[in-house]
T-cell receptor, first 113, second 112 residues
């Protein structure tokens, strides 16, 4: 079945640091790849998506690039702010949508001023 | 209004007792989902409704029930809670085929 792997459980940064979160996936189809963000006390919300057609997703200063060779779609941001502190989930959805989203474990990002 | 509401925010239950969690959405989405989130684990899809059709995951088929009496409302029912049911339960909705799921803030269930 589909799987998504996030190996970083927690990342601690200072403001203006570079953020990089690693995510790899395994699937037999051509999925849409997604990043969701969950702020404290809220449910997850879609941050950006990447399709195999467009290869890159950009939103709110965050960027993710799909790499078919390494089956990865890492999330990065050049300069984080304290307000970026949240849990970030990578996820995928198959093109038939029959299975809902498959999520990774999530990475807790803490940004200190 | 992109709102999914879940009640209650926190739920305490006794082992062996039933639990009913509720969720509502105002976006007229045809699909509603229930996910279970435990610490250090990925959110796990339990079931989803497409319109009035319920789809339950094979490994949780017997543990969870659900109902959707109308388009806006969906419940998650546990007939006899066990300690292993302690988790955050997240409800979400979307249009069928949409990658954007709108999540509620969740209900944290603690079974004692």
């Amino acid at each position: 079945g589909d799987s998504v792997t996030q190996k970083q459980g927690q990342v601690t940064l200072s403001e203006d640091d570079f953020l990089f979160i690693n995510c790899t996936y395994s699937t037999t189809t051509y999925p849409t790849l997604l990043w969701y963000v969950q702020y404290l006390g809220q449910g997850p919300q879609l941050l950006l998506k990447v399709t195999t057609a467009n290869n890159k997703g950009i939103s709110r200063g965050f960027e993710a690039t799909y790499d078919k060779g390494t089956t990865s779609f890492h999330l990065q941001k050049a300069s984080v702010q304290e307000s970026d502190s949240a849990v970030y989930f990578c996820a995928l959805v198959e093109n038939n949508y029959a299975q809902g989203l498959t999520f990774g474990l999530g990475t807790r990002v803490s940004v200190f001023p | 209004d992109t709102t999914v509401k879940q009640n209650p925010r926190y739920k305490l239950a006794r082992v062996g007792k039933p639990v009913n969690l509720i969720c509502s959405q105002t976006m007229n989405h045809d699909t509603m989902y229930w996910y279970q989130k435990k610490p250090n684990q990925a959110p796990k899809l339990l079931l989803f409704y497409y319109d009035k059709i319920l789809n339950r995951e094979a490994d949780t088929f017997e543990k969870f029930q659900s109902s959707r009496p109308n388009n806006s409302f969906c419940s998650l029912y546990i007939g006899s809670a066990g300690l292993e049911y302690s988790a955050m339960y997240l409800c979400a909705s979307s249009d069928w085929g949409g990658e954007t799921l709108y999540f509620g803030s969740g209900t944290r269930l603690t079974v004692l």
